[in-house]
């Protein structure tokens, strides 16, 4: 695979690293952002493992609760401009109500929605405002109470980051509080039964390798591995974060000391894992003077 500067600059923006530093990781991994992620920390060269946190893709994520049934629907758009017009923000309001008597997006797409489906909806909708438009996930929850709060509202209910907590006891402020703690910091899993494991044995890897470029003898060497994973853990997992309101305790222990039980949560960011090529401005002129 050729590796583009875009490409180089693209780890450099997502790690820190130098320009040749970050070339070489992309070479050494046939141009695999991950895998060059990974090789930049096993070298000690990447600043921070940090993926890209640019959004790619516009669009909203509405929030919608009925009794104990919460659901978070993503519907996109290619610009931020349709993201704030009322006619999208009111079809986006419909389909997350319509979202929370379905288990997917193929029978969300299906469901009626006043006489027509979602997808013809989507379609009438991309023939008035313009643009582009899908319905690209969906995610519920159910509990004794669910909560939620939306990051950047762009109206009630909708906005760039929606969220969902179930608990049982406590009271509707502090699911409050633990779910802004969720929009920012993006947990990975509720607690360390919930972690995907390939993701807990990859990280395991880097670390290993990590530790080996330093020469200490084996034995050191786990006695570091296991020191780094339950930092990783503690870190990755809700109730064992510490909690932004109270950074003295952890989200668990929060939750505990007001009678509650945080059984779950779901976070929805507007256009999170989608890449988007862009071209550069002079290029596009060039293009557009040609045709």
Excluded at 133 to 154: C, D, P, W
Aim: aromatic share 2%; net charge negative.
């Amino acid at each position: 695979m050729a590796i583009t500067a875009a490409l180089v600059k693209e780890l450099r923006d997502a790690t820190g690293a130098g320009m040749m530093d970050a070339k070489k990781a992309l070479t050494e991994t046939d141009g695999d952002m991950e895998a060059a992620v990974d090789w930049l920390r096993t070298k000690g060269l990447a600043k921070a493992a940090k993926k890209s946190g640019r959004t790619a893709a516009e669009g909203l994520v509405a929030v919608v609760v009925d009794g104990g049934k919460g659901v978070a629907v993503e519907v996109n758009s290619e610009t931020d401009f349709v993201a704030k017009n009322g006619e999208f923000q009111d079809m986006v309001g419909k389909i997350a109500s319509a979202a929370l008597a379905v288990d997917d997006v193929d029978a969300l797409l299906a469901a009626d929605l006043g006489g027509k489906n979602v997808a013809d909806t989507l379609t009438d909708k991309i023939a008035t405002i313009g643009e582009n438009m899908s319905v690209r996930r969906l995610a519920k929850i159910e509990g004794e109470t669910v909560v939620t709060y939306v990051h950047n509202a762009a109206t009630a209910g909708m906005g760039k980051i929606g969220v969902l907590v179930a608990m049982k006891g406590g009271d509707e402020a502090l699911g409050k509080q633990v779910a802004m703690h969720i929009a920012a910091v993006n947990p990975a899993a509720l607690s360390e039964a919930e972690l995907d494991p390939a993701v807990v044995e990859k990280e395991k890897q880097v670390q290993m390798d990590i530790a080996r470029e330093s020469g200490k003898p084996e034995a050191v060497i786990e006695k570091m591995i296991e020191g780094r994973m339950k930092k990783f853990v503690a870190e990755s997992t809700l109730l064992s974060q510490q909690f932004v309101v109270n950074p003295d305790v952890t989200v668990g222990a929060a939750a505990a000391e007001a009678g509650a039980e945080i059984t779950g949560f779901v976070r929805l960011e507007v256009g999170e894992g989608i890449v988007v090529e862009k071209e550069d401005f002079a290029a596009e002129v060039a293009k557009a003077a040609q045709g």
